[in-house]
């Protein structure tokens, strides 16, 4: 008895049809994935996801990745750091102003344990929300002595009290570069930028490179750029390709290979307080999504042995 996947094949494969070659391509990609392992790291993965530019899929990508990897079974922390706390919609997380949030844990009220929330769709998946009240908070923390390190000091401290091993901690950033970000790319070893598949999207990569550089001189030198992921990728259009192949060049060794669609179901999952992992999970989204946590967790001994080598030249 032939299976779903044999059958579409079977129908679309001698065909004319786009519409039938993708729903081929995406039930054999889903049930690829559905057979992969995840490998866990060997140690936590601490993870910031930043891009000055805005609108590039970075919130996006920091949700759907997460969710990815809490829906193979890894133990995922997501630490909102965005005043606008759209992955804390993103994972039906209630972030009103006014409520506990890391605008607490910055401030020294709360400790992220007392602010933190599971994710309702996945076991595995925490998540410290932001409210707008973290819009202050640089002002409110500018003249303090530790401003830059205030979250890796409370991150630390958590992850070091925890009953629960976390394989990954991901940090989503504001679209600046700012005192907000500082603070995030203190309290990682990894930075994870997305990048949209237009023109401008390469403009404004270089003065964010320097920037983590920058921070790697003077506070944080074992900050690595360890992952880069192409998004809004149109397949259709020359531009997507050659503003993939322009990054891949660059950039060999940190790009994925998996690129991100457009497609509707990413935009709409929000307005239903989900991932797409969780809204879509058979659909093109979903699925190119997993695809690009499993390079991430596969490439994991590789990182952890660069961020080992950059602590021992430090």
Known sequence: MESAEQTLKRIFSEGSSSVGAEIAQESSRYARLQ????PKPSRTRLIA?????????????????????????????VIDMDPQGNASTALGVRHASGEPSVYDVLEGRLSLAEVKHQCPDFDTLDVVPASIDLS?????????????TLLKEALDAYLEASEVH??????????????????????????LIPIQAEYYALEGLGQLINTIGLVQDHFNPSLTVSTMLVTM??????????????????????????????????SEAPSFSKSVIA???????????????????????????????????A
């Open 35 to 38: 057979q992969a392992t995840y």
């Open 49 to 77: 996801v930043a891009n000055q530019k805005g609108g590039v899929g970075k919130t996006t990508s920091t949700v759907n990745i997460a969710a990815a990897l809490a829906n193979s079974g890894s133990q995922v922390l």
């Open 136 to 148: 202050g908070a640089e002002l409110e923390v500018a003249d303090l002595p530790n401003r830059n």
């Open 166 to 191: 976390y394989d990954y901690v991901f940090i989503d950033c504001p679209p600046s570069l700012g005192l907000l970000v500082i603070n995030a790319m203190c309290a990682v070893h990894e930075m």
């Open 233 to 266: 990728f149109d397949r259709r259009t020359l531009l997507s390709r050659e503003v993939f192949n322009e990054v891949k060049q660059h950039y060999p060794s940190i790009v994925l290979d998996t690129t991100i669609p457009r497609t509707v179901k990413i």
């Open 279 to 313: 809204y879509d999970p058979h659909g093109m989204g979903a699925i190119s999504y997993a695809e690009a946590a499993l390079e991430i967790a596969r490439r994991s001994p590789s990182v952890l042995d660069a961020i080992a080598a950059r602590m021992k030249e």
